[in-house]
């Protein structure tokens, strides 16, 4: 259980162990079914067990798993999803990778068809914007990637950046009641800190995407921050107290990508912007230091332009368009 993709036979055990929660499942009957050794069965259990999956039980009586495992294992996943779900539809698990993202952009149309989506416990090398790094602690946090194949030109990247960022905002407030925020152009807040990022890659020739991957990470159940990061970032626990299936925040976030992929394809750019636009404290009127292309001024935000830059009223009366960049709120 170290780099490689999650046997899915381990997938397979927990997922017969969670249908049959109610009853003790012998171990022999587990092998036979999944197609493994009984010392293969307990050694599982075993490594399951260090994950922190409680299963009651010993090789001779059988298995019964306690409660429903907070694993982001494929049929865990797709268990939550409406049943003709697009994103979602394949999922690739990994205990532990260096980036879902690059694992995501090796993929092909045949191997990462639209709507496939890479999943970690921990990412070794998780990647934030311009070489930065994403810290990503195994199991408190969701490591996510979505590949999206649309029909669309490669300008309207920007705009799946916004409609992912809308997305997690959805899936934030909804599963955990929290009220989030997002910082123009990626980052989901809760009481001003960040608690989630998106690094949206893409291959594309000049008149035709081929692949979108959107990276979402989201700092769930961490308990504290490192010391470098506690200032800016904070988990959707230690914002609320309390601890989250990061099984449901993720379903909630799949469902929520696609609802508004769907209304992206039918309603167009438009209706993104109209999104964001209600979700964000940023989209107007909001003081801000902004970073973009070495320069760096203050101004107040103006609203979207119909592509999903931002609009700068600098203070020396000048008018801008970010379309890349940082802003900072100015208090
Ligand atoms: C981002 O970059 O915010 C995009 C992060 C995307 C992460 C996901 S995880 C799944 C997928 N696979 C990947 O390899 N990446 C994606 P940026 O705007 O550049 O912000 C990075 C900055 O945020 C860092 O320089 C830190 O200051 C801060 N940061 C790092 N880790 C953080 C964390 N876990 N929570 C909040 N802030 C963090």
Not at 55 to 81: C, F, N, T
Not at 152 to 166: D, F
Request: neutral net charge.
């Amino acid at each position: 259980m170290t780099t490689g993709t999650t046997d899915h036979k381990i997938d397979r055990l927990v997922h017969l162990l969670v249908r049959n929660a109610t009853v003790v499942v012998p171990g022999p009957k587990i092998a036979e079914e999944i197609g493994v050794s009984r010392s293969t069965v307990w050694e599982w259990i075993e490594k399951l067990r260090a994950l922190g999956v409680a299963i009651k039980g010993h090789p001779r009586r059988g298995y019964q798993i306690e409660k429903l495992p907070d694993i982001l294992l494929p049929s865990l996943v797709r268990a939550e999803l409406p049943p003709h779900a697009e994103i979602g539809h394949r999922i690739i698990h990994y205990f532990r990778t260096d980036s879902t993202n690059s694992v995501a952009l090796q993929l092909d149309a045949q191997n990462g068809p639209h709507g496939t989506v890479v999943i970690a416990e921990e990412q070794t090398a998780g990647r934030g914007r311009l070489g930065r790094n994403w810290y990503s602690e195994r199991s408190s946090g969701i490591y996510v990637s979505i590949i999206l194949r649309p029909p669309l030109s490669p300008a309207a990247a920007p705009i799946l950046t916004l409609l992912a960022g809308v997305a997690v905002h959805r899936a934030v407030s909804t599963a955990t009641g929290l009220k989030a925020d997002i910082r123009w152009p990626n980052d989901v807040l809760v009481n001003g800190k960040k608690v989630c990022g998106i690094l949206t890659e893409m291959k594309a020739e000049v008149d035709r995407l081929h692949m979108v991957v959107l990276g979402i990470g989201i700092n769930v159940n961490h308990s504290s921050m490192p010391e470098d990061l506690c200032e800016i970032a904070t988990s959707l626990a230690i914002e609320s107290g309390r601890h989250f299936a990061r099984l449901h925040v993720l379903a909630e976030l799949l469902r929520s990508v696609e609802r508004y992929y769907h209304m992206l394809l039918k309603e167009g750019h438009a209706a993104v912007v109209r999104e964001w636009t209600a979700a964000s404290s940023y989209a107007e009127g909001k003081q801000v230091q902004v970073k973009a292309g070495g320069n760096e001024y203050s101004g107040v935000t103006a609203g979207l332009d119909p592509s999903g830059a931002l609009k700068i009223r600098r203070d020396d009366g000048r008018q801008e368009l970010l379309v890349a960049g940082e802003i900072t709120e100015l208090r």
